[in-house]
């Protein structure tokens, strides 16, 4: 059974080199965002740019956004599960460690969460890093899955700690991502609507 470091539950963010093509895109969507534009519309795909290198992108930034939020509420996640409220319990399973879905503490579900997300990012078979290497025909489900598994932080988040999150005076800050991220994986079918069930009623009043 793996000892949970709650060090290791906040991760380093990731960056893009200055110059590279992902850099260039990370900035186009940042600049997007910072004109007031409607979100809906700054999360479409540029014209003329990659799909993959837009998701690969984002996957990134999501990741760093999403390591933030719950890094400002992990030391005072001691939730026996992974979940988001009664309804929804999330297992986890990565094929390696955990060949089957096993129940685990949220903070540790979260910090194997990162740290998995982290070693496909910085895996060039899965996101190659040279402009003239092929993404893998796996790279869009590869997106999926991630994707599918930040939902649940975010979910666990706004289910059991969402006080904590007005108490700091993030609750804008934390709206704000979720909605950049739910016009994401919409805009791209990244996630079944079952999956995001948990979120229904927030994301219809907020988005």
Not at 139 to 164: D, G, M, P, S, W
Request: charged residues 25%; contains cysteine.
């Amino acid at each position: 059974m793996l000892r949970l470091d709650r060090k290791k539950t906040f991760r380093p963010k990731k960056k893009f080199d200055k110059g590279s093509l992902r850099y260039d895109l990370y900035k186009k969507a940042k600049a997007s965002l910072g004109t007031g534009e409607s979100l809906k519309v700054a999360v479409q795909l540029p014209p003329t740019e990659n799909l993959n290198e837009w998701l690969a992108v984002h996957v990134v930034d999501f990741f760093n956004r999403v390591n933030l939020i719950y890094g400002t509420i992990g030391d005072q996640c001691d939730c026996p599960t992974m979940s988001a409220g009664r309804q929804y319990e999330y297992s986890w399973a990565d094929g390696k460690d955990y060949k089957t879905p096993t129940s685990l503490p949220a903070a540790q579900y979260v910090a194997l969460l990162m740290e998995w997300i982290e070693q496909q990012i910085n895996d060039e078979a899965i996101f190659p890093s040279k402009i003239d290497t092929p993404f893998p025909k796996t790279f869009q489900q590869v997106c999926k899955n991630i994707f599918k598994r930040l939902f649940r932080v975010f979910a666990h988040v706004y289910y059991h700690h969402f006080e904590t999150v007005q108490a700091i005076g993030a609750e804008a800050h934390v709206n704000t991502c979720f909605k950049h991220f739910y016009y994401f994986v919409k805009e791209f079918s990244l996630i079944e609507p079952k999956e995001l069930e948990p979120l229904k009623q927030l994301a219809d009043s907020i988005c």
